[in-house]
Each structure stands twice: as structure tokens, then as C-alpha cells.
Nanobody, 122 residues
Framework: QAQLAESGGGLVQAGGSLRLSCDASGRTVGKKAMGWFRQAPGKEREFVAAITWTNVTYYGDSVKGRFTISRDNAKNTVYLQMNSLKPADTAVYYC????????????????WGQGTLVTVSS
């Protein structure tokens, strides 16, 4: 499978914004739901947001009202606009080109990319 290419991470102060991008153009995404997850040091990977092919969106409780997921189906690209960032948002952010609600919560079914690091300073 072609690699996912996450980008847009960086260092930002609390209250700031970042926009992440995930290029899945090397994969056949089709009508799959795409999504974002994150993993903070010492913690398990956490669901952040998902978006269906018809732009129905879902969010983790900790980011509702602050993050917005969107996608460009023609480019097989998914975005994550992150506003009002908090130090607790510090993590490596990963996208997945096929996400699905599983019994234990949202899961990513395709191979993961290398992620992009977001660091929020207080």
C-alpha cells in the first residue's frame, strides 16, 4: 500500500491553530470514511475525527467544537483544522484512509502513515 503523507504539525502556543493535511493519493480511497487519530507519549492511540465520503463528520469528545475535519475526494486528501489548541492536544497525529466504527470505538483499517507531531505549549 502506498504511504500516507501527513503534514502540518508543529509547535504552537495554547489557544493557537494548526491545519493538518493527509495525502492519500497513492491509495484507492473511493467511498471509504477517512479519519484522524492521535497518540500522546505513554498513551494509547485515540480517535480524533472521521468523515464519510458524503461529508458526515464524527468527533472525539475531547475535540468537539474545536477541531473540524474535511476532505477533498478528488485529491484523496483529508484535513484537520485545529483551533483553541490546548497542551493536552500534544501528540503525534495520524490519519487513516479507511476508518470504521468498531465495537470498542473507531478504528483505522488501512496501514498507518508516520504521523505528524503537534506540540502545544502552555
Amino acid at each position: 500500500q502506498a504511504q500516507l503523507a501527513e503534514s502540518g504539525g508543529g509547535l504552537v502556543q495554547a489557544g493557537g491553530s494548526l491545519r493538518l493535511s493527509c495525502d492519500a493519493s497513492g491509495r484507492t480511497v473511493g467511498k471509504k470514511a477517512m479519519g484522524w487519530f492521535r497518540q500522546a507519549p505513554g498513551k494509547e492511540r485515540e480517535f480524533v475525527a472521521a468523515i464519510t465520503w458524503t461529508n458526515v463528520t464524527y468527533y472525539g469528545d475531547s475535540v468537539k467544537g474545536r477541531f473540524t475535519i474535511s476532505r477533498d475526494n478528488a485529491k484523496n486528501t483529508v484535513y484537520l483544522q485545529m483551533n483553541s489548541l490546548k497542551p493536552a492536544d500534544t501528540a503525534v497525529y495520524y490519519c487513516n484512509s479507511q476508518v470504521r466504527p468498531l465495537r470498542e470505538g473507531w478504528g483505522g483499517l488501512d496501514a498507518w502513515g508516520q504521523g505528524t507531531l503537534v506540540t502545544v505549549s502552555s
